[in-house]
T-cell receptor, first 113, second 113 residues
Framework: AQKVTQAQTEISVVEKEDVTLDCVYETRDTTYYLFWYKQPPSGELVFLIRRNSFDEQNEISGRYSWNFQKSTSSFNFTITASQVVDSAVYFCALTARDYKLSFGAGTTVTVRA | DADVTQTPRNRITKTGKRIMLECSQTKGHDRMYWYRQDPGLGLQLIYYSFDVKDINKGEISDGYSVSRQAQAKFSLSLESAIPNQTALYFC????????????FGPGTRLTVL
């Protein structure tokens, strides 16, 4: 069984602050993929980033960066210099051998001007 | 044009009515999925299909049925709608193999009175 936990329900920041979203996962598979999705107020789900279990290198893509640590089963996501347009619900998700995508409950980010 | 489309985008219906939600994709993906999202919750898998002849139940399939009419089309039916099926419904697609990254349609907001 797979499980994804996002302990933070809501985060509120002022524009230009950094925001870090926590994600902890559980899986018995050794090969798996982790994702972050964004759901803006308009409701659609947008794929942001993906990381496989064999690559713990942390990366930066524009204002997004992620920290993947297998030792603590964590896949944290950071938005640098937040903007009002970053206000959304962010979902962490996991897929493994069965190809089913398991979602966390989501973290609502509010960026105030 | 959007790669994954869902119709209708919004629907209000009454208890006991039969409802069909449709999903079409132009991404050429083999795999298609139906999820529901309830307020404050992540997404739950209803049904998934890895090809036209392969359909599988997800976590919450009771009260739902699906039809994979073609590689590009996957419809979800509520045979007799009930109020607790009021939710946001998403269709998603992915390519076979690899990371199985899923790409989502814009969602259908269904209200059952």
């Amino acid at each position: 069984a797979q499980k994804v936990t996002q302990a933070q329900t809501e985060i509120s920041v002022v524009e230009k602050e950094d925001v870090t979203l926590d994600c902890v996962y559980e899986t018995r598979d050794t090969t798996y993929y982790l994702f972050w999705y964004k759901q803006p107020p308009s409701g659609e789900l947008v794929f942001l980033i993906r990381r496989n279990s064999f690559d713990e290198q942390n990366e930066i893509s524009g204002r997004y960066s992620w920290n993947f640590q297998k030792s603590t089963s964590s896949f944290n996501f950071t938005i640098t210099a937040s903007q009002v347009v970053d206000s959304a619900v962010y979902f962490c998700a996991l897929t493994a051998r069965d190809y089913k995508l398991s979602f966390g409950a989501g973290t609502t980010v509010t960026v105030r001007a | 044009d959007a790669d994954v489309t869902q119709t209708p985008r919004n629907r209000i219906t009454k208890t006991g009515k039969r409802i069909m939600l449709e999903c079409s994709q132009t991404k050429g993906h083999d795999r298609m999925y139906w999820y529901r999202q309830d307020p404050g919750l992540g997404l739950q898998l209803i049904y998934y299909s890895f090809d036209v002849k392969d359909i599988n139940k997800g976590e919450i399939s009771d009260g739902y049925s699906v039809s994979r009419q073609a590689q590009a089309k996957f419809s979800l039916s509520l045979e007799s709608a009930i109020p607790n099926q009021t939710a946001l419904y998403f269709c998603a697609t992915s390519v076979a193999g690899g990371s199985n990254t899923q790409y989502f349609g814009p969602g259908t907001r269904l209200t059952v009175l």
